[in-house]
């Protein structure tokens, strides 16, 4: 696994979800972080990145967020922040969205940690000074000497 660390403000939070797509394979990427730290907030910049025109709010109340992409695929974005187990998240049937082949972006992973596979890519939210925030990125694809070498580090 590799890690690559952004700093910004919000007002540089657009570029800096561009950059951090240029890191990402389609599947599934983890979103950790306190409460109110801007995984959501996050979420929307990556969305509007892939192209989505759609409304983002948080799934705090409907668990998941579906959101359509200008190239036809679609993007689930879970806030698992109410499951309470397990059971209860294989019983709205999240391993459909699981498996699909569509992004899965997904808030509070630790619910359902038996489901999330090893090559699952995270991001890490945490406030830091004067209203800026630190990204941290874990991938699982080419190092970060090959990324440097094709210009995305």
Not at 69 to 86: A, P
């Amino acid at each position: 696994m590799n890690t690559v660390v952004f700093t910004y403000n919000l007002d540089e939070i657009e570029a800096v979800a561009v950059k951090v797509l240029s890191f990402l394979e389609k599947g599934m990427v983890l979103f950790q972080g306190d409460m109110g730290s801007g995984k959501t907030t996050f979420v929307s910049a990556l969305l509007k990145s892939l192209g989505s025109s759609d409304s983002v709010s948080s799934p705090t109340f409907s668990i998941v967020n579906e959101y359509n992409l200008s190239n036809g695929s679609k993007v689930f974005h879970f806030d698992l922040y109410r499951i309470e187990s397990l059971e209860e998240a294989l019983n709205f049937g999240i391993e459909d969205y699981l498996n699909s082949n569509h992004w899965q972006f997904i808030e509070w992973p630790d619910r359902i940690k038996e489901l999330i596979p090893n090559n699952a890519q995270s991001i890490t939210i945490e406030h830091t000074e004067n209203n800026k925030r630190s990204l941290k990125l874990t991938i699982n694809k080419q190092s970060l000497t090959e990324l440097n070498a094709m210009g995305k580090f």
